[in-house]
């Protein structure tokens, strides 16, 4: 029945959105515990997905959808930070070179400049032409990150990258197809919600989950590195032990030596 299929819908909805609530509550525990920023812009990213479905489908105030065209503002501003995050999260993790980092952080910090711009059209009304930078702003973004991790894969084989490179190719691609099954008339809304929903959490946990790697990977490195570190001050202190002996070994008989022809 009807009422069963709501009571369903919230029950996935409510299942989804605390799975968000305690990745917020994981990543922002370990920003305070490692130090690293990183796990706060997960965080933000993720406070802002849980309000982007709440206020999309109604849990919080008047339900807007998950497109264009919007009653509010608010929502192409969400979609917009939401992509602003994402920019953030690909520039510290970083989904490009670092040894050779290229253009990319121009077109990072170009790419925040356009979301800004598109923002600023938003408050100033919402018109098609303001849906049309939305649009196109957010899919540059897209793009953007999906080329410059390909990029980065190609030239590093990391396989942080390459896992964030699958990741987000095979989540456009089922969300495409799940818009374009919602067009079509072809999907409920209700299952759209909740596909839309497990693409989100899908991302926020592999986000997390490639930090933590990340996090583990420069441990080691450090690691690695202090251990490097000690072994070149014991063989140098040996090296120093060895050429005093020596020095003395050959000192005392010449010394010696010295003494007898005087």
């Known amino acids: 029945s009807l009422a069963q299929q709501v009571g369903q819908q919230e029950l996935v909805s409510a299942v989804f959105m605390g799975m968000l609530l305690v990745v917020v509550i994981f990543t922002t525990a370990r920003a305070f515990i490692f130090h690293d920023k990183l796990f706060l812009t997960v965080s933000a990213y993720t406070l802002l997905t849980i309000a982007y479905h709440g206020f999309a489908w109604g849990y919080f105030g008047d339900a807007q959808g998950l497109l264009p065209p919007w009653d509010r503002p608010l929502m192409a501003v969400i979609l917009l930070l939401l992509a602003m995050a994402e920019l953030c999260y690909g520039k510290s993790f970083p989904v490009f070179s670092q040894d050779k980092p290229g253009v990319w952080p121009k077109l990072f910090n170009l790419m ?23 649009n196109t702003t957010v899919s540059a973004t897209i793009i953007l990150l999906n080329i410059s991790a390909l990029c980065c894969f190609l030239s590093t084989y990391s396989r942080l990258i390459l896992v964030y490179l699958i990741t987000r190719t095979f989540t456009v691609l089922i969300y495409l197809v799940a818009l374009l099954a919602y067009y079509r008339d072809l999907a409920s809304p ?9 693409i989100s959490c899908t991302t926020v946990l592999i986000h997390s ?18 251990q490097r570190i000690a072994v070149l001050g014991e063989v140098s202190r ?25």
């Open 112 to 134: 925040t400049a356009a979301l800004v711009f598109a923002m600023v059209t938003v408050f100033f009304g919402q018109n098609v032409v303001s849906t049309i930078i939305v």
């Open 209 to 226: 989950a490639l930090v933590l790697a990340r996090h583990r990977q420069k441990q080691h490195q450090r690691a690695d590195e202090n």
């Open 238 to 262: 040996a090296k120093t032990d060895i050429v005093a002996r020596i020095t003395h070994d050959i000192r005392t008989p010449l010394s010696a030596m010295l003494g007898a022809s005087e």
């Open 190 to 198: 209700g299952t759209v919600n909740s596909i839309f929903m497990l």
